[in-house]
């Protein structure tokens, strides 16, 4: 009893090990990321469809999510503005 126990761990891992080096291949980050923007997409679908309150925090959240993760291009281009206005 104690060595199937073992084995189904042992499989568990093996299933495991093999997911993790997906995830860590190319072909899993361009998977994972699709895969993410297929579920916000989805997100804001739902959060623009209904009025009910649910569907406004959802998008609001999404809204704070989309800021914060832009935030790093909308600065660099703010910065480029900012010297094309300066250098003009």
Same mark, same amino acid.
């Given at each position: 009893?104690?060595?199937?126990? #073992?084995?189904?761990?042992?499989?568990?891992?093996?299933?495991?090990?093999?997911?993790?080096?997906?995830?860590?291949?190319?072909?899993?980050?361009?998977?994972?990321?699709?895969?993410?923007?297929? #579920?916000?997409?989805?997100?804001?679908?739902?959060?623009?469809?209904?009025?009910?309150?649910?569907?406004?925090?959802?998008?609001?959240?999404?809204?704070?999510?989309?800021?914060?993760?832009?935030?790093?291009?909308?600065?660099?281009?703010?910065?480029?503005?900012?010297?094309?206005?300066?250098?003009?």
């Amino acid at each position: 009893m104690p060595e199937e126990h #073992i084995e189904q761990l042992k499989d568990e891992k093996d299933k495991f090990h093999d997911l993790k080096v997906l995830k860590e291949s190319k072909g899993g980050e361009i998977l994972i990321a699709t895969v993410t923007q297929d #579920i916000l997409n989805t997100m804001r679908k739902l959060g623009a469809r209904d009025k009910d309150p649910l569907s406004a925090t959802l998008k609001a959240n999404l809204d704070l999510l989309a800021l914060l993760m832009g935030a790093k291009e909308n600065e660099e281009a703010v910065d480029e503005m900012i010297k094309d206005t300066l250098s003009a």
